[in-house]
């Protein structure tokens, strides 16, 4: 952040080549044009200030200027961790993913900069799928499977993914929410955004049922919030939705199970948390659930 007498504070975002994880994680400093290029899509599709704007750029750094999120803005992950489950703001955030997922697609950026899948696959598929099939040998074909599925989607089905969806970077503020980080955006897969966001809010779930089994209720409601605003925002426009909610389950099982065993675990889970989210991951790839319904049905069970 940057203060400027006299004129609004702003962001300075350059790339570090490490990312900041306890294991060694490198990645390559061109992934900031990935989102610089994403915020120029979403600039156009999405209501003004809900993502930041571009202010310059330094193309030989490696860095962007953006605008400031508001001083009263926090990240939704702090809320959810501090037991505010707020239903309303699920859905509204499942309205923006549908507007991003149903209105994206003839953006011409997805023809350019954002056709290039390399980054998701170094960032998002290895440290994620990739890894967590050699802790799962067993499921090793489902992964695969998966990972090819993402390759061979038809153009028709794609769409601007964002690939880290996720609480920890949408920011509450008193006049709406602001989306975060985009580095692994590309044209792919939309159930992966799926996939990715619903396992950060039944990990979310799992870690504040096991506190306060009270909390459970609320944490659920955060899912059905969320599906219901994006499939009604996004409607057919990706396909039939019953085919896009098995390829969500699929992810979701996948997502879950690699933020216990992949390169990035989530950090606030202890040994029992850990425990129920590779059960509930295992009986999502073991149960197959084909709706909505269903999968809840699952994740109920397990926790």
Known sequence: RVDVRGRPPFVVKQCRERLRVAVEWLARLDRIWVEHATLGVLGDILPDGTVPRVLFE???????????APDDATTWKALLM???????????????????????PM??????????????????????????????????????????????LPEVRRTLVLGDFSPKNILVHGGGLVLLDFECAHAGDPAFDLGFFLSHLALKRIHKSLQNPDD???YRALLDA???????????????????????????????????????????????????????????????PATWDAMLATLDAAL
């Open 216 to 218: 459970g209720p609320r």
């Open 82 to 104: 501090d037991g505010r489950a707020d239903a309303a703001i699920a859905s509204k955030l499942g309205t923006l993913l549908g507007t991003i997922h149903a209105e994206a």
């Open 107 to 152: 953006h011409p950026a997805l023809k350019t900069t954002l056709a290039d899948t390399s980054l998701f696959d170094e960032l998002r598929v290895d440290p994620y799928y990739r890894t967590t099939a050699r802790a799962h040998p067993a499921l090793g074909d489902r992964f695969d499977a998966l990972i090819s599925s993402m390759a061979d």
């Open 58 to 68: 330094d193309r030989a750094e490696y860095l962007f200027a953006m605008t400031c």
């Open 226 to 288: 969320f599906w219901t605003a994006y499939l009604g925002r996004v409607g057919d426009r990706l396909g039939p939705q019953s085919e896009l909610t098995r390829r969500a389950v699929e992810h979701t099982a996948a997502c879950l199970l690699a933020r216990v065993d992949g390169k990035s675990p989530v950090e606030y889970l202890d040994d029992r948390g850990r425990d129920v989210a590779r059960r509930s991951a295992l009986d999502l790839f073991a149960n197959r």
